[in-house]
């Protein structure tokens, strides 16, 4: 008797083995699909503070606030994401049009803005937006089988109202 215990539970060790093996690759796979979308959500909320901290400066109505004070605030408040040489600034458009951002897609962070004045006469409100391409570890993969490209972009807008 105790040697057929002794042989059913050497057959149970090779079982957990094969049943290992055969899950571990699913396992790594949500692994690395958790920490991929963890480092999306961190990537978009980066982008979304920065718009929303150069939207703050760009509202207030003093003189010493000027673009290029927006735009090292933005530029500070992407430093954890981005190269500061891969940030680039959109051109202004005319005082009281503000159309969203269309630009083609590229492994830029591109930063548009206008109502950057402070005067609520020119500029009802002072908008930023920012859009980056986001270059995915696994969900790339996915995408380009679906897509046919590898990033995914993150778009945010702020809107504040100049005082």
């Not at 949500?30 to 991929?36: E, K, R």
Request: hydrophobic fraction near 45%; charged fraction near 20%; include cysteine.
């Amino acid at each position: 008797m105790t040697h057929l215990v002794r042989r059913l539970r050497r057959g149970t060790r090779g079982q957990s083995v094969v049943e290992f093996a055969l899950l571990i690759p699913m396992i790594m796979v949500f692994v690395v699909a958790v920490i991929d979308f963890g480092k999306l959500f961190y990537t978009y909320q980066v982008i979304t503070n920065a718009a929303r901290e150069g939207a703050r400066y760009a509202a207030l109505a003093d003189a010493k606030i000027t673009d290029g004070v927006v735009q090292q605030a933005i530029r500070t408040s992407l430093e954890p994401i981005a190269d500061p040489g891969a940030i680039s600034f959109v051109a202004k458009p005319a005082a009281g049009t503000c159309p969203p951002l269309t630009l083609k897609p590229g492994g830029f962070v591109l930063v548009y803005g206008c109502g950057w004045s402070g005067t609520p006469a020119v500029d009802p409100s002072a908008v930023v937006e920012i859009r980056m391409e986001y270059k995915t570890v696994l969900l790339g993969r996915f995408l380009d089988l679906t897509t046919g490209q590898q990033t995914f972009p993150l778009t945010t807008r702020m809107v504040m109202r100049n005082e």
